[in-house]
């Protein structure tokens, strides 16, 4: 059973960047910007549908650290210091594109709730108290429980309900590897 502390701390939303270790800064997630869930490759001789991409579904399911989720170029990671953070992966590239702005001193572990209401959250648990999960991030969106949060092989990780994108990272071709896929129509 999920346990959830009573406080919750100022969350730096919008264009906030973040500094992670080694000085690379990522910046929050605003607005959802995506037009299609279905993507392509752009070789033009086939559109055939992605078939490595991430799908959570929101059923009150749960993914303690260390977690992590996986299309070929990008791994989206439910970290230890609590934050929830997207990286490029593979390709000659190691870097931060994305990150929940969450991670806090003194913190045992993370973990990531997509409910069943549609809302995908972060949750601390402290060293004082590790059953005891605090509050730090959700995405502030509610589209129900046929809802769904897809890792996109284009680079972009969107929240997905009734065909609209109801939020997203906005990472779209951030990485190297997913400049060969593209969203709906331009």
Excluded at 81 to 86: E, F, H, I, S, T
Excluded at 97 to 112: E, F, K, M, Y
Aim: aromatic share 12%; hydrophobic share 40%; proline share 3%.
């Amino acid at each position: 059973m999920l346990k959830l502390g009573r406080t919750k701390r100022a969350i730096a939303m919008g264009a906030a960047a973040l500094a992670l270790a080694g000085g690379a800064t990522v910046t929050t997630a605003g607005s959802a910007s995506a037009t299609s869930l279905v993507c392509y490759t752009y070789n033009g001789a086939s559109s055939a549908p992605c078939s490595h991409q991430t799908t959570l579904y929101a059923n009150n399911s749960a993914w303690n650290s260390p977690a992590e989720f996986w299309t070929d170029a990008m791994v989206l990671k439910v970290q230890n210091d609590g934050n929830l953070v997207l990286y490029c992966q593979g390709h000659g590239s190691n870097r931060a594109v994305w990150a929940s702005n969450t991670s806090g001193l003194n913190i045992d572990h993370g973990r990531l709730v997509f409910w069943n209401d549609g809302n995908l959250a972060m949750y601390e648990a402290p060293f004082t108290d590790p059953s005891n999960y605090m509050y730090a991030w959700d995405a502030k969106v509610w589209g129900g429980s046929q809802s769904i949060a897809v890792l996109q092989a284009d680079g972009n990780f969107v929240i997905w309900s009734g065909g609209k994108a109801m939020w997203a990272s906005n990472t779209y071709h951030a990485c190297p590897g997913t400049q060969n896929y593209w969203v709906g129509y331009q």
